[in-house]
Nanobody, 122 residues
Framework: QVQLVESGGGLVRAGGSLRLSCALS????????MAWFRQAPGKEREFVAA????????YYADSVKGRFTISRDNVKNTVYLQMNSLKPEDTAVYYC???????????????WGQGTQVTVSS
């Protein structure tokens, strides 16, 4: 089994930055692709970013492209989401996920963290 724990969420003003972390533990010998999703109040969970195991390929939702950066450190078994130029519409619970491929489709991911709240004030 694999456990994922997010951290780094909080309250930030519009235009500010936050760095989310997702620590993996358990059976980390498999080469999992990782992703970040988010869910705002009243909305479905949506794709934010994904990264292959090697870190060589990344994917971003259009809404965050150019502002967010996903990265990973496989030695530390940690995935990051650097969020810059934050907007109020970025307010959501952010979840990290591990799966077979770096895909947009939510069903691709087998393991999920508990989520961390990100609130951007205007």
């Amino acid at each position: 089994q694999v456990q994922l724990v997010e951290s780094g969420g909080g309250l930030v003003r519009a235009g500010g930055s936050l760095r989310l972390s997702c620590a993996l533990s358990g059976r980390t010998f498999r080469r999992y692709a990782m992703a970040w999703f988010r869910q705002a109040p009243g909305k479905e969970r949506e794709f934010v970013a994904a990264i292959t195991w090697s870190g060589g390929t990344t994917y971003y939702a259009d809404s965050v492209k150019g502002r967010f950066t996903i990265s990973r450190d496989n030695v530390k078994n940690t995935v990051y989401l650097q969020m810059n130029s934050l907007k109020p519409e970025d307010t959501a619970v952010y979840y990290c996920a591990a799966g077979r491929e770096a895909k947009v489709v939510i069903t691709n991911y087998d393991y999920w963290g508990q989520g961390t709240q990100v609130t951007v004030s205007s």
